[in-house]
């Protein structure tokens, strides 16, 4: 653990894949002690604790923050418990398309008097390292307190932008929500196509993997567009102009990625409610 000063306090419901890829980042950097409800967590270092349930809560347990990363068809329930022990909890959901009025209506199920206030997120996996690219949209109600909170904890396992619209969020969510999952495919296709091209299955996934690495540190480290960037690979008449040929003929992937971020975001609208 560094010296850094502790993060909020959370109530961590929901410790998968997103949930604990947070915590681990969270953990090295001192997380102020916290409660995480998750069925298949075993332990914590102390002072943090595992619970089962809402009912296993230390009374006098109050969270800065109340972090939701279930998944967003199975948040109702959970949101109905949520709001019979914490009817004013500052709420921060990473869940995919859950709109805040579809969240608040199924908070208030479980208590009408309810009155959180509900910010949205959406983080992405590479936050395990401190690498996480994360956006982030507040109601005009929250306040500045609550958002500082919130970016204190995003902003401790990577890079942080807030959004002003909050249907904006769904976009993130296409972008960089499911964007590991774009360049993870892209190590495995070319992974593959080095196989085919006749290299070992190891030499192709150390080549594959390294140029991700590679390319990834010089997008996150020099200012150049991408473009540029991607022109100084590419020699008049040479190899790359001939891959780029086909990758960027306009039924490639101009249309591909534009079609296929169009239907993460059509997802996401969907999972609204
Ligand atoms: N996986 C990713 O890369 C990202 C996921 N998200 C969002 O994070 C949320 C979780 O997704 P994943 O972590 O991928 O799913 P997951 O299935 O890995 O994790 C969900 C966790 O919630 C737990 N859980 C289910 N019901 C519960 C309850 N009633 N109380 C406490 N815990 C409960 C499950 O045991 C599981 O560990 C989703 O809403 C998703 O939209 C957001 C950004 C990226
Ligand atoms: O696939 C999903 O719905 C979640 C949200 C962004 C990444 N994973």
Redesign the pocket.
Known sequence: MTNTPLLPSILL?????????MLEGWLAHGLAPSVV?????AELPAPHRVVRSLEAIPADFAPDIILV????Q??N??LAELAQHFPNATLLS?????TIASLLAAYREGNAAASPIIIRS????PSALGAGMSGLYAPPEASAEQKKQCDQLLSAVGKTVWVDQEGLIDSV?AIS??G??YVFLLAELLEQAGIEQGLDAPTARALARGTIYGAGQMLHQLPTDAAELRRNVTSPGGTTEAALKVLMASDAWPQAVSTAIAAAVKRAKELAS
């Open positions: 419901v929901g410790c998968g894949k997103m949930g604990g890829a409800i998750d069925r298949h967590l990363a279930v998944k967003p199975k948040a329930g959970v990473v869940m995919a398309g859950r959406m983080p992405n996996t969510a929500g499911s590991p999952a």
